[in-house]
């Protein structure tokens, strides 16, 4: 019996909280491909905890260590688009000390007990959001498919070898009223520049240069 890790026909879908990973795992599911959010299906996962490579997860199914797998993807959503979802998002204690727990676990550090990071959420996001998908591209995803970008829908078809189609009845796990709607992005001016310098690269390197300028412009 052929590995999972060494299948051809098993995708791993990693990412952030509130950043499309059920929404992808939903429109791969169109191409008649058992890829699942959160569980493992016959075909593969999408699950934002994957990127722990832990054996037990906060929320479902989890594949251990990586190492091995074939097809392994990233699942992205632009971060300035992301950051009034992730606000909310860090407010659930069970995902957000998780997340940290890893990080920890993986870096020997833990920013969140930091007071200035702790005390202001837009920070806490931008944190957030920054070292969990610094942590996921570590994996060499063979390919980021963004869902905000209509146009990659073409390139996740090649990449799981069906084709995918996108309609307004692709279920989406948004929350539409857990947001934060007061966030502009001015008020990124009052973060350290530290953190909006890897922010600002982060953007660039998923492929949101539109992000990566915006969030440039407001460094100090």
């Not at 996921?136 to 078809?157: E, K």
């Amino acid at each position: 019996m052929t590995l999972i890790q060494e299948r051809s026909d098993f995708f791993v879908g990693l990412g952030h909280p509130r950043c499309g990973t059920g929404f992808t795992a939903s429109l791969i599911q169109t191409g008649d491909i058992d890829v699942r959010h959160e569980r493992v299906g016959k075909n593969g996962i999408v699950s934002w905890m994957l990127a722990g490579e832990r054996y037990q997860n906060p929320y479902y199914d989890a594949l251990g260590k990586l190492e091995g797998f074939r097809n392994i993807f990233c699942v992205a959503r632009s971060p300035l688009a992301a950051i009034p979802s992730i606000i909310p998002e860090n407010a659930v204690r069970r995902s957000f000390r998780w997340r940290m727990q890893v990080l920890r676990d993986r870096t020997g550090k833990n920013p969140m007990r930091d007071p200035a990071v702790r005390r202001n959420p837009l920070l806490c996001a931008v944190v957030s959001y920054t070292l969990w998908f610094e942590l996921s591209l570590r994996f060499d995803p063979r390919i980021i498919y963004r869902v905000d970008v209509p146009a990659d829908d073409a390139v996740l078809s090649r990449f799981i070898g069906q084709t995918i189609t996108r309609s307004d009845g692709t279920e989406r796990n948004s929350r539409p009223k857990v947001r934060y709607t007061d966030f502009a992005p001015d008020m990124l001016a009052e973060l350290p520049s530290h953190w909006l310098r890897r922010f600002s690269s982060l953007a660039g390197e998923l492929g949101y240069p539109e992000d990566a300028k915006l969030i440039e412009a407001h460094i100090a």
